[in-house]
């Protein structure tokens, strides 16, 4: 199984820190929208090939069909 990362086509924001005299502030924001943040800046997207013992193709998986260790 070879498994490549895709080029990102989202760019993540980079959301400057409003600067007061020099400093940059604080922005406060929900644990959801932290969450949402890191979710997006830490995304990473594998194409994967399935292949049987003879090396042919096993077509139409979905997410459902692999798990996470």
Request: net charge neutral.
């Amino acid at each position: 199984m070879h498994a490549q990362q895709a080029p990102s086509t989202a760019t993540p924001t980079t959301e400057a820190a409003p600067l007061v005299a020099g400093k940059p502030q604080l922005v406060p924001r929900t644990h959801e929208e932290r969450e949402r943040r890191y979710q997006s800046l830490h995304r990473l997207i594998l194409n994967v090939t399935v292949t049987d013992e003879a090396r042919v193709p096993i077509t139409g998986l979905g997410k459902e069909n692999f798990q996470a260790d």
